[in-house]
């Protein structure tokens, strides 16, 4: 099948990127075809890539980018480039040739007006750290099952590009991207865990001093942070191992798991072998694999026997990132909520659906010998543990999310009260301005088709609350204001606030009165100006979701967690995005960030007057006003230029 | 006489101060870049009148355009004209259907001769058109225009009738084609009272023909002053599908009886300038049956094979022709013998035969043919298969070249039951 470069070939593409050079600007997209063929015929062939990187320099001024998504080569995302070299027939070639431009320029073989050597080697780093899968394959379970659409012609590209790249700018985008997402602890880990798989395989090939060894690092965080439990790896054998083990030996070996576990927020199957025989054996050990603080601690003591009884039904091998979410929890000290004892006493026991079963068991492996007890139980120590690690996964389903966050952060009780309604009878309730709405007679919702890859606690919550909501919110569909007015408290419950402001007038469509609302968000938000009122409780706030470019892609549901200084003085709003990963560009030069501002784990943040300029709704304490006037008009007229030129394109405004 | 003007014409424009070989704009009557390519090569300043959507495009590639609705029946044709004179417009254009008589009316206001603007409409109306050729002694197939389904039932019945048709005999079919739209647009073939009624109030009014048998070929003629320039005959291996530039032998051999007829249609419907695409039928004897004539761009990538064939651009022969002003002596030097072809150029337009697209899949075999010249096909992101309207959106073209007519007759009829797509 792969076919040979001929000089055929080389003349014809030649011949096609002359003729394309050649023509006049407005003419490019006639000629634009050919060159892709041609391209596309040596790109099926093993040297192809070789014979095309020699004209990649011309490509960019010959035109073969003009007037389509790749035309501006600063405006490229590296986390695109996967999706359009799988894509079929004609984004792949022009991603191919693309990514060969990059090269061109990181390698100096040409200038870009807005594209710098550096940038251009930045951009090719990132794609690399990002599908390090196709440059080390097999390294996944999943590219081998998923088979994709031109794999072949990818692993060449990015085996092409490597031999360019200096493996160190390489691995340390990838430590940075390791960082950036552990940074967030979230409760699923299937990204970092193959994201550091795919670490020990480039490890295999190449070392650099303090890379490799913040590398082997995180390796040794999922597969055994200490001598022991990394020579040891089978869980039966490690478990052996540690009978042997003296009392002191036991309290290091806790202890080197116990740092490991809590500096990256992962676990390897070992950390429950431990905790499970520690419990048993040693429990006064427990702590320190724990690493708990001396509230930790208390909390631990107090609760002794129900957190025995936790370790022994809900922690083993495949469900071992609870283990972190135990040693969380504890710190927060979510047991001494008098409903919680109980509540998880009572899904020890629960009789689960078949349907919710099933899916319980698609979390983990086959053959593990667990219950759907354990795994749900589990699901409900992590999300109780890392309220702000709970994630929409693939699934259009923020709203839901953000409940379960919420719920896990002040409502515990209420949260292991829903968890079993639905588990076991299939069915949820709520109550809408005095009407019963039961999501078991409810179809539809945002997600009828959910997306797996989700913490058991969503897997189980999801689907009734994505309903229940979508329902409540047509019931006020034709109240001509936003339904999130009403819909949000009774949602979520009543600490939301019941002031409502928004930007966009539901009859009209259009911007009203944009400035009113800025100083009433900075009036009710920025401590400088809100009288100092505190948030107490996570506040649900609708934002405009803009891409890269400031472009409108569509809502967007996040709850404000603090608004605070950050280290360095300024004020940012910190928040809780449902999106598994909370760093993003939404345009503008507006990126939120997960660390280094003053991010707790979980956090998304930005500066205030950013945030500001995409968020479309909030709620807000209308006892708690401060005084809108102080608000200076230059802050404003900062944050309305910015929603002008972004998600403001897509509306009218009338206000001034 | 029409030379002598020609010539005041030439030194009037020569003792302009613009310094311009010719200072008037050429206005191209549709959106369309191997036009604006062909005006800007040859050195011709020129405007674009195109849809609206088109504008942003234009400005960024800095080309003078006039955003116009041609679609939308308006009042607003003098509009157009008085913005096209301030540019300094004097010649149009037209590149597609919709747009001929546009460029009529305006042709018509620049040279002050409203019966252009008729003759265009001519062009537009293909019941007027049979009955302008008709009138003229062309000889075409039986016709008339239907309002309702009454009139499709009695005329599909007469024309059986005349055909000595009894009750169980198959019918054999008449054609229903819209009375303005381009090619095969809204065509459909009709044998059955019972298709009758899939036809809607929106159809109406519609012209309807009796079938035409025998060979199908087009011309591609290149008119100026009246008088032919270049005649380039296409031979439809499959109307819609392929066809090829210049005809095989056999049909070449008729070229004389051809502009024979093409001389007599000039006249009939008073042609002077500009390029026009009529279609015939021949019969097995020899003898012509006139099928349509149309006075814009063919499609079927005509222009392109005759540019592969014969080395010359036919948008710059049509920019050229349409122009009363350009001279006998420029002509001369812009085209070649009518039997000057390197080769035959075909194409073939590729539909797929399914519903829903997996993968594109081209044959070995047809990229190591010499005579392969190359294909524009990529599997579409999305798999589903858009519905057909007329022979517009195939989904991509193979070109074929070579010394042979057999042999790309028999490329064009193999490749056509092709699955390219899977």
């Known amino acids: 099948m792969p076919s040979e470069v001929t000089e055929g070939k080389i003349a014809r593409f030649s011949r096609s990127l002359t003729r394309l050079e050649e023509a006049a600007s407005y003419a490019k997209s006639r000629y634009q075809t050919d060159v892709y063929q041609e391209a596309n015929r040596l790109l099926e062939t093993e040297e192809g890539l070789e014979v095309l990187y020699q004209y990649a320099h011309r490509l960019d001024d010959a035109g073969v980018f003009q007037d389509g998504p790749w035309e501006d080569a600063s405006k490229l995302q590296a986390p695109l480039v996967a999706g359009s070299l799988q894509a079929k027939g004609l984004p792949y070639v022009i991603e191919m040739l693309s990514d060969l431009r990059m090269l061109a320029i990181a390698e100096g073989k040409m200038n870009h007006p807005k594209v710098s050597q550096e940038m251009a080697m930045d951009f090719l780093n990132e794609v690399m750290a990002l599908n390090l899968d196709l440059l080390f394959p097999d390294a996944s379970e999943a590219s081998r099952i998923e088979k994709k659409e031109n794999t072949v012609e990818a692993q060449r590209l990015f085996r092409f590009i490597s031999q360019y790249l200096s493996s160190s700018a390489l691995s340390e985008t990838l430590i940075y991207e390791i960082e950036r997402l552990t940074a967030q602890r979230p409760i699923t880990v299937k990204r970092t865990v193959s994201m550091i798989r795919m670490a020990k395989e480039m490890l295999k090939t190449e070392t650099s001093g303090t890379q490799a060894e913040v590398l082997e690092q995180y390796i040794a965080s ?38 490991s576990m809590r500096k990256t927020g992962l676990c390897s199957p070992q950390h ?44 083993f091998p495949s469900t071992c990132q609870s283990v972190y979410g135990l040693a969380l929890l504890l710190e927060r000290g979510v047991l001494s909520a008098s409903p919680v004892m109980p509540g998880l006493r009572r899904l020890i026991e629960l009789d689960i659906r078949p349907e919710v079963r099933s899916a319980l068991f698609k979390t983990v492996g086959e053959g593990e010998g ?35 966050s919420l719920w896990a952060q002040h409502a515990p009780g209420y949260l292991l009260e829903i968890i079993p309604r639905a588990a076991r009878d299939g069915d949820i309730d709520m109550v809408f301005e005095g009407v019963q709405i039961h999501s078991k007679d409810l179809h539809g919702g945002l997600a009828p088709d959910l997306h797996p890859e989700l913490d058991p606690v969503s897997l189980v919550l999801v689907p009734h609350l994505d309903r229940i909501y979508s329902e409540m919110m047509s ?39 944009y400035p009113g609302f800025v100083r009433l968000f900075y009036a009710t938000h920025h401590p400088e100006y809100n009288d100092d009122y505190e948030l107490i409780y996570p506040n649900p706030v609708g934002i405009f979701i803009t891409n890269v470019h400031g472009k409108m892609l569509g809502f967007h ?100 | 006489m029409e030379l002598d003007q020609l010539e005041m014409n030439q030194t009037l424009q020569e003792s302009q101060p613009e310094g311009r070989t010719i200072p008037y704009l050429t206005a191209l009557i549709g959106w369309s870049l191997p036009a604006i390519e062909a005006c800007d090569k040859l050195n011709r300043p020129f405007v674009v009148v195109g849809p609206p959507d088109f504008k942003e495009y234009a400005e960024k590639h800095d080309i003078t355009f006039v955003g116009w609705e041609f679609d939308r029946l308006n009042e607003g044709s003098d509009k157009l004209y008085k913005q096209l004179k301030a540019l300094g417009a004097e010649v149009a254009v037209p590149l597609y259907e919709e747009c001929v008589e546009w460029a009529g009316a305006l042709n018509s206001r620049f040279r002050e001769e409203p019966r252009l603007f008729n003759r265009s409409l001519l062009l537009r109306d293909k019941g007027m058109m049979k009955r ?63 298709d009758i009624e899939a ?53 070449e051999a008729r070229r004389p009886i051809i502009r024979k007829a093409i001389e007599q249609l000039i006249e009939a419907f008073e042609i002077e300038n500009g390029v026009i695409h009529p279609e015939y039928f021949v019969m097995p004897d020899g003898t012509l049956h006139f099928g349509e004539v149309a006075a814009r761009v063919p499609g079927g990538h005509i222009f392109d094979l005759i540019e592969r064939a014969y080395g010359f651009s036919a948008y710059e022969a049509q920019i050229l022709c349409s122009d009363p002003n350009t001279t006998e002596e420029e002509l001369r030097k812009f085209f070649p013998g009518e039997d000057e072809a390197q080769g035959y150029a075909g194409c073939l337009m590729v539909h797929p035969h399914v519903n829903f697209i997996e993968e594109l899949n081209i044959p070995e075999e ?47 009829v193999d490749y056509e039951k092709y699955d390219f797509y899977l």
């Open chain 1, 475 to 513: 019931r006020v569909a034709l109240r001509g204001e936003d339904g999130h007015r009403w819909v949000n408290p009774a949602f979520y419950g009543d600490w939301v606030q019941k002031g409502f402001s928004t930007v966009i007038e539901p009859i009209t469509g259009s911007v009203t009165d």
């Open chain 2, 132 to 194: 302008k050729a008709q009138m003229a002694g062309i000889k075409v197939g039986v016709f008339e225009e239907a309002r309702d389904k009454e009139d499709v039932k009695r005329f599909l019945k007469r024309v059986n009738d005349a055909l000595l048709k009894v009750d169980g005999d198959k019918y054999e079919p008449i054609h229903c084609k819209p009375l303005d739209k381009a090619g095969s647009v809204g065509h459909r073939a009709i044998d059955n009272p019972a």
């Open chain 1, 272 to 315: 429950s072998v431990l905790a499970r025989f520690l419990s048993r054996k040693s429990p006064h050990l427990l702590p320190v694999l724990l690493q708990l603080t001396s509230k930790g601690k208390a909390n631990l003591e107090e609760h002794a026997e129900l957190v025995h009884q936790l370790i022994k039904v809900a922690l």
């Open chain 2, 366 to 412: 047809l990229e190591n043919h010499d005579f392969f010249e190359k294909h524009d096909m990529f599997t579409p992101p999305q798999g589903k298969v858009a519905e057909r309207v007329g022979f517009g959106n195939h989904y991509g073209t193979i070109f074929f070249f070579g010394d042979d007519s057999a042999e790309i007759t028999r490329l064009l």
């Open chain 1, 557 to 656: 549901a996040v709850s404000i967690q603090r608004i605070a200084k950050s280290p360095d003085g300024e004020y940012r709003v910190y928040f809780y995005n449902p999106n598994n990963d909370g760093s993003q560009n939404w345009g503008q030069g507006i990126e939120s960030t997960v660390m280094d501002h003053g991010e707790l784990p979980g956090e998304s943040s930005l500066p205030f007057d950013e945030f500001t300029s995409r968020l479309y709704a909030f709620h807000y304490n209308p006892y708690e006003q401060g005084d809108a006037y102080a608000v200076e008009a230059e802050n404003v007229s900062n944050v309305k230029s910015m929603a002008l030129d972004s998600w403001g394109q897509e509306y009218t405004w009338i206000s001034k």
């Open chain 1, 222 to 259: 999922i597969e055994g942070p200490s001598q022991l439990s990394s020579d040891h790896s089978l869980p039966n054998d490690y478990r052996k191992q540690l009978m042997a083990l003296s009392t002191e030996e036991l309290r290091k070996e806790s202890e080197a798991l116990g740092i």
């Open chain 2, 199 to 251: 036809l809607t109030d929106t159809d109406f009014p519609l012209l309807m023909e009796s079938h035409l048998d025998g060979q199908e070929f087009s011309c591609e003629v290149f008119v100026h002053n009246g008088k032919i320039q270049f005649l380039n005959i296409t031979e439809y291996v499959k109307l819609g599908y392929s066809n090829f530039v210049p005809p095989s032998p056999s049909l």
């Open chain 1, 370 to 404: 667990l219950t759907a007890n354990s795994i749900l139980l589990a699901g409900v120590i992590s999300v109780l543990g890392q309220p702000l690690g709970v994630g929409q996964g693939l699934n259009p389903t923020c709203q839901a999310a953000r409940g379960i």
